[in-house]
T-cell receptor
Framework: AQSVTQLDSQVPVFEEAPVELRCNYS??????LFWYVQYPNQGLQLLLK??????LVKSINGFEAEFNKSQTSFHLRKPSVHISDTAEYFC???????????????FGRGTQLTVWP | EPEVTQTPSHQVTQMGQEVILRCVPI?????FYWYRQILGQKVEFLVS????????KSEIFDDQFSVERPDGSNFTLKIRSTKLEDSAMYFC?????????FGSGTRLTVV
């Protein structure tokens, strides 16, 4: 079975500073990787995903994550954060499967990103 | 953009009562899931559903839980006799090709 470790439960940062949220996983098989964001009192929203191809994936709001197979990591970064980025961020992995199905997602415990003015 | 809709958003129930959580997945999705998040803990997989049957379930999904797609649009999670430890946020999700869409969740409080 897969497991996901998010090393930081809370990351406070000032507005316009860079941020990195760390995610490591363990798996005996190939995986797909995801970052989800949860704003207060809302559901889980997909931020970005790695399925195959380029190891650097980007979201529309300036976040990016890089898949590093040798280090089994998928850290999330943003060069300059906004107050509106304050949310909980979850890293998740899914076993790769043939065809169009996705396996179950294994989530990390989440990282609360708080951006201060 | 298509959404997964969950109702109710909050439910309070007494221990031992049955609850049904409802979800309307995205219409052209074929795979459906339930996850839960106990306060302060990880989001955990409960069950996946495809072609009108359970395709995978976790160790959490015991005989107290059941899922159903009663009418081709709704997808429900039933807990037969709720326990205090069932208090959690329950998320429904559906997927097509390589992407999950989650609903906003139902916060279940068992008292």
């Amino acid at each position: 079975a897969q497991s996901v470790t998010q090393l930081d439960s809370q990351v406070p940062v000032f507005e316009e500073a860079p941020v990195e949220l760390r995610c490591n996983y363990s798996s005996s098989v190939s995986v797909y990787l995801f970052w989800y964001v949860q704003y207060p009192n809302q559901g889980l929203q997909l931020l970005l995903k790695y399925l195959s191809g380029s190891t650097l994936v980007k979201s529309i709001n300036g976040f990016e994550a890089e898949f590093n197979k040798s280090q089994t990591s998928f850290h999330l970064r943003k060069p300059s954060v906004h107050i509106s980025d304050t949310a909980e961020y979850f890293c998740a992995v899914s076993e790769t499967k043939r065809g169009s199905t996705l396996g179950r997602l294994y989530f990390g415990r989440g990282t609360q990103l708080t951006v201060w003015p | 953009e298509p959404e997964v809709t969950q109702t109710p958003s909050h439910q309070v129930t007494q221990m031992g009562q049955e609850v049904i959580l409802r979800c309307v997945p995205i219409s052209n999705h074929l795979y459906f899931y339930w996850y839960r998040q106990i306060l302060g803990q990880k989001v955990e997989f409960l069950v996946s559903f495809y072609n009108n049957e359970i395709s995978e379930k976790s160790e959490i999904f015991d005989d107290q839980f059941s899922v159903e797609r009663p009418d081709g649009s709704n997808f429900t999670l039933k807990i037969r006799s709720t326990k205090l430890e069932d208090s959690a946020m329950y998320f429904c999700a559906s997927s097509a090709l390589y992407g999950y869409t989650f609903g906003s969740g139902t916060r279940l409080t068992v008292v």
